[in-house]
């Protein structure tokens, strides 16, 4: 990763009304990285790429793209290009027409323009449907058709607005490795607003998850989900088993608590984290709680009984009542074993390791 | 043998088909709407078709004459007052779609993209005119382009001018005034329609893509107007042809047009025939016109890239 930053996101709000849609967000994007903003519906990240694209005018705060301040510059002479959620393909041209369409305005002459067009539909892999309309297209060739038109214009940053939600799931998961294997190609900064968490862990190079206007938290797709700062970008980036602790032990790194069930530990303690009451919230993702079988054993262990079990075809969510936790555990193995075989009712042992628990800030 | 069976199937193939059309939803769609469809249609086919028979035969002082003849064919469109009366009606009708267009569009495009939370109020407020008999409003562009007129005292009262416009009423200028106006509303809510079916983000696209306002406006909301231009055109065109009470009462001599006539035809001049001919050419040439205008639209904007 380049240390120059491409964009640099300082202290930019966004009011409508008494609103916040923004709220004093600061972020640095390096130049060719895969950079996603993700978070609930309403929590400034559309306004945020809309920002950086031009639409839309923080209400205070600059926007840096590539050293230069681009509040007060048109859409049209910003050195991004935008993937519109809808894709926004031109209905009146064919997918050449709506590809050249940014080119018509550099000048070029016909053949560089030709070129340039050909290669980028070779790109996405459009080459044999030029002359196709918009309606005659399917939505991942749409998709390709808005990558491609954003793409021939070379631009600095590439922002992409919610691309893969109008695509069935398939298509998603295939289009999700396209888009990476691209952004790898081609070098450029991409800039990608999602809602779907899995999404933004398997492209991004970093995430930045947000929450009410707010950055809640800014990491690589890793250590977001292994170590969340709050107990919010913990739920909202997979399941998490949530608990409350009592704070042992306190210093400027480190947090020792002690749970009703999961001992004395301890844990890393997170930015921002302020105890209530002398006592702590600690979490546990589902897939670090093991089921053990039969007379195994393990260092660390709890035991509950089964309450429920959900199926999902290549694992089994179990919840699991432990005496002395104010919730169930949800517990997620692998079908392996057979944890789609345990009745309701069992008990059962679960093993962990202390390193999977992580505290959280509220 | 062989032909038996294909012989059998082939009839009995029609008549499935027919029950299953006769019990679909096209079959009972098309019977819920026959009793007005065929209201509509007769009234307007046998007028039409009455008017084509009628300009094949001739007029004898009171007796219709049956014959076939081309002869009011040959005077309607070799005549030279009818020649010029029909030039000057499409003329006029097609500087009136023209103007009424470009002073439509501003007006359309203003409220589909800035009219915010008002637009209904706006539409409302555009069609406020028509609730005036159309008599009234071409009265009235008479009281406002008169001699002693609205306009005239105006600008005698600001010094503009030291004696009143006479090029003002009784000429076809007066004409083209008075039907832009009534004909504005016709004109705005088409092509209102067609800019409210324009995806916003298309024109984010744009900009987003090296255009600025201009150009985002000629290379995507003209073209995909386009069909709202085009019915506006039509709707203002086709009838001001023939209009007959405008030039009545603001043309004058000057601007008198092909319906006066017509109507004279029908009425002092008694020959149905020649009247039922004139209507008909004149039909036909709007009809030609109105596609050269379609597609003259089509290519002028296709030319912008």
Redesign the interface.
């Known amino acids: 990763m380049a240390d120059k930053p491409m964009i640099e996101i300082d202290a930019v709000s966004r009011y409508y009304g008494i609103y916040k849609a923004l709220d004093d967000v600061s972020l640095d994007i390096s130049a060719g990285e895969f950079f996603s903003l993700l978070g609930p519906s309403g929590c400034g990240k559309t306004t945020l790429l809309r920002s950086i694209a031009g639409f839309d005018t923080p209400t205070a705060g600059d926007i840096r793209i590539d050293g230069q301040s681009a509040i007060g510059v048109p859409p049209n002479r910003r050195p991004t290009n935008m993937v519109f959620q809808n894709y926004a393909i031109f209905p009146h041209l064919n997918v050449e027409e709506n590809v050249a369409y940014g080119l018509k305005r550099l000048k070029l002459g016909a053949e560089e323009e030709r070129q340039r067009v050909g290669k980028a539909l070779e790109q996405v892999r459009l080459s044999a449907l030029g002359k196709r309309k918009a309606h005659e297209l399917s939505g991942g060739q749409r998709q390709r058709v808005a990558l491609a038109r954003a793409l021939v214009m070379r631009p600095k940053v590439l922002l992409l607005d919610e691309p893969l939600s109008a695509l069935d799931k398939k298509l998603r998961e295939e289009m999700q490795v396209e888009l990476r294997s691209l952004q790898k190609a081609v070098g450029i900064t991409f800039v990608l607003v999602t809602h779907d968490q899995y999404e933004a862990l398997a492209m991004s190079d970093r995430i930045a998850v947000m929450f009410g206007g707010r950055i809640a938290q800014v990491a690589t797709p890793k250590e977001i989900y292994q170590h969340p700062l709050t107990r919010q970008v913990a739920d909202f980036l997979g399941g998490m088993n949530f608990m409350t602790a009592k704070i042992t032990g306190e210093n400027g790194i480190n947090l020792s608590v002690e749970t009703a069930r999961f001992g004395k530990v301890t844990l890393t303690k997170p930015r921002g984290f302020t105890a209530s009451n002398g006592q702590a919230t600690i979490g546990i993702r589902p897939e670090r709680l093991r089921v053990l079988w039969d007379d195994a054993k393990a260092e660390c262990e709890v035991q509950g009984q089964v309450v429920d079990r959900h199926y999902f075809g290549e694992i089994t969510h179990l919840i699991v009542d432990v005496p002395g936790l104010e919730k169930p555990l949800s517990v997620s193995e692998t079908n392996n074993f057979g944890a789609d075989d345990i009745p309701v009712g069992a008990p059962i042992r679960l093993a962990y390791d202390p390193d999977a628990l992580v505290a959280l800030a509220d | 043998m062989v032909a038996l069976p294909g012989s059998v199937e082939t009839e009995v193939m029609p008549k499935a088909n027919a029950r299953r059309w006769t019990s679909s939803d096209e079959a009972k769609g098309l019977a819920l709407i026959s009793p007005t469809l065929l209201y509509a249609l007769a009234l307007l086919f046998l007028p039409v078709l009455i008017v084509i028979a009628y300009s094949f035969w001739s007029q004898d002082y009171l007796t219709i004459d049956r014959s076939f003849t081309l002869e009011n064919y040959r005077i309607a469109l070799t005549e030279p007052i009818y020649r010029d009366l029909l030039w000057r009606s499409l003329t006029i009708s097609l500087v009136v779609s023209i103007i009424t267009v470009t002073f439509s569009y501003p007006v359309a495009w203003f409220i589909s993209f800035h009219g915010g939370v008002h637009k209904n109020l706006w539409l409302f407020l555009i069609t406020v005119p028509c609730w005036t008999s159309y008599l009234l409003r071409v009265m009235s562009w008479k009281v406002i382009l008169g001699y002693q007129g609205v306009l005239n005292t105006g600008l005698m009262s600001t010094g503009l001018i030291d004696k009143p416009v006479t090029t003002l009423l009784y000429n076809s200028n007066a004409v083209v005034i008075t039907l832009v106006h009534s004909w504005a509303a016709f004109a705005i809510l088409p092509i209102y329609v067609s800019l409210e079916k324009i995806?916003r983000?298309?024109i984010?696209?744009?900009?987003?893509?090296?255009?600025?306002k201009v150009?985002s406006f000629l290379?995507?909301t003209l073209?995909?107007s386009l069909p709202g231009v085009i019915s506006a055109f039509l709707i203002v065109m086709i009838p001001t042809v023939g209009d007959y009470v405008t030039p009545k009462l603001v043309g004058g001599k000057d601007g008198v047009m092909i319906a006066t006539a017509i109507q004279a035809q029908f009425g002092k001049g008694a020959n149905w025939p020649l009247g039922a001919a004139l209507s008909v050419t004149t039909m036909v040439i709007v009809s030609l016109m109105a596609g050269c205008a379609v597609l003259a639209l089509k290519f002028f904007v296709r030319r912008i890239?």
Do not use: M, Q, T
Not at chain 2, 204 to 212: I, T
């Open positions: 995806d983000s298309l984010e696209a744009a900009h987003d893509l090296g255009d600025n150009w290379r995507v073209p995909l890239r």
